[in-house]
């Protein structure tokens, strides 16, 4: 299932994407905005796309080469790595602050099947990790944290009402045997969630595995490093945008911007946060709970 972008002229339009410009994308995945955004940068502009991902990297570059007219866009740079680190990738590289820089928060729609166990919906070993050569697995973390620890990660990353009766659960299902599948957790919360519960609208395991998610990969402190490092990263009169798809991400990035703009780093230029229209929504329903906030370096 290929990603579709989230937002994609909102973003071409506050990026303000020119030829000859640097942009940088964060999270560039398969490159659903990365790659508009490198033809509008033209042959003289310059790309980098970075992702944790290196599998998603790998087919990258596969399709770049398939379909390649290099002529026709910026010079573009892959590179493995988190976008948290993007200060110090800029240095090694020996480049420049950025222009623009994109981060479309999250994972995609092929990581989801991507047999890494971030889908409740398939039978798979419990990973979750964006970089599978950094940290532990979601399973990992299931079987070895303490049941205060799951918990809390149910309750702060999942917002799970039933963080406790799941963390309790997991701690019962460990002493007989490891969990070591999506599917092995989908029983644990079925087992802790009363008849009913979330009445069918969404699956019950959806917080808890959101929740998981987002501890493995330290999502939100990944966002909070690069944010507090804005400056390093893109140029005066560049611009940042972020599209989030939770309420915890969405709340880091206008709070941050908030404390740069009085801090004079930045000027916020969504007031508001942009959202897509009812024909995106219709399109791609993923893209209906995506929030786009965006500001000026100064
Ligand atoms: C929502 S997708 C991006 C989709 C892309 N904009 C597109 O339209 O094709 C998010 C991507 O961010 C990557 N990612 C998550 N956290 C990251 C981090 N800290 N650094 C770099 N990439 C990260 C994921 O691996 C995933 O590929």
Do not use: C
Not at 93 to 98: E, I, M, Q, S, V
Not at 149 to 169: P, T
Not at 207 to 227: C, H, P, S, T, W
């Amino acid at each position: 299932m290929p990603h579709v972008p989230v937002l994609l002229d909102e973003v071409l339009e506050i990026l303000a994407v020119v030829p000859g410009k640097f942009v940088i994308d964060g999270t560039v995945d398969g490159g659903g905005h990365g790659l508009e955004i490198a033809r509008r940068l033209g042959p003289k502009g310059v790309f980098i796309g970075v992702d944790k991902d290196s599998e998603l990297l790998t087919k990258l570059k596969s399709r770049i080469a398939e379909r390649d007219s290099s002529h026709s866009h910026a010079k573009i740079t892959l590179i493995h790595g988190s976008y948290a680190e993007l200060p110090e990738i800029l240095e090694n590289k020996k480049l420049r602050r950025a222009d623009g820089l994109l981060l479309d928060l999250g994972f995609s729609s092929e990581q989801l099947v991507s047999g890494k166990g971030f889908s409740f919906q398939n039978n798979e070993p419990l990973d979750m990790r964006y970089d599978t050569s950094a940290n532990l697995t979601a399973a990992e973390v299931v079987n070895q944290l303490s049941e205060k620890e799951l918990a809390d990660i149910f309750y702060h990353y999942g917002d799970e009402r039933l963080s406790r009766r799941v963390a309790k659960e997991i701690i019962v299902v460990r002493k007989r045997k490891h969990i070591l599948t999506t599917f092995d957790l989908v029983g644990i919360v079925k087992k802790a969630a009363p008849r009913g519960y979330e009445r069918g609208r969404i699956n019950p395991a959806t917080r808890v595995f959101q929740a998981l998610r987002i501890y493995v990969n330290d999502e939100l402190g990944e966002l909070e490093k690069a944010l507090n490092n804005l400056k390093k990263i893109v140029v005066p009169g560049g611009r940042v945008a972020i599209i989030s798809f939770h309420s915890l991400e969405d709340r880091i990035v206008k709070n941050n911007f908030r404390e740069a703009e009085r801090a004079g780093i930045l000027k916020v230029i969504t007031r508001k946060p942009i959202v897509p229209s009812d024909g995106e929504i219709a399109q791609n329903p993923r893209s209906r709970s995506a929030k786009l906030r965006a500001a000026e370096l100064i």
